[in-house]
Nanobody
């Protein structure tokens, strides 16, 4: 079992930046590919970004490519999502997830463990 705890969400204005963190415990962090997903009110949960176990492989949704950056620190058992130039449409609950089977994943079904989510609200 793994436990994932997100932090760093909050209220920001359009154009600003913030960094989300995801601390993983209960499982060897380096054995997990990590992903970030988000869910806006009334919408389905969607893929945002993913990173492989070593941090070399990354993947992004087209809607965030060039604005968001996923990273990880295997010494701290933590994954990060840096959100730059945020837009009101980035408003959502952001979830981190851990995948112990694949090198990297873009779909919900590939992930085994999930955090409780952290709210990001972008005002215009």
């Amino acid at each position: 079992q793994a436990q994932l705890v997100e932090s760093g969400g909050g209220l920001v204005q359009a154009g600003e930046s913030l960094t989300l963190s995801c601390l993983v415990s209960g499982r060897t962090f380096i054995s997990c590919a990590m992903g970030w997903f988000r869910q806006a009110p009334g919408k389905e949960r969607e893929f945002v970004a993913a990173i492989g176990r070593s941090g070399v492989m990354t993947s992004y949704a087209d809607s965030v490519k060039g604005r968001f950056t996923i990273s990880r620190d295997n010494r701290k058992n933590t994954a990060y999502l840096r959100l730059n130039s945020v837009k009101p449409e980035d408003t959502a609950v952001y979830y981190c997830a851990a995948d112990v089977k694949h090198l990297i994943g873009r779909t919900i079904s590939e992930y085994d463990y999930w955090g409780q989510g952290t709210q990001v609200t972008v005002s215009s």
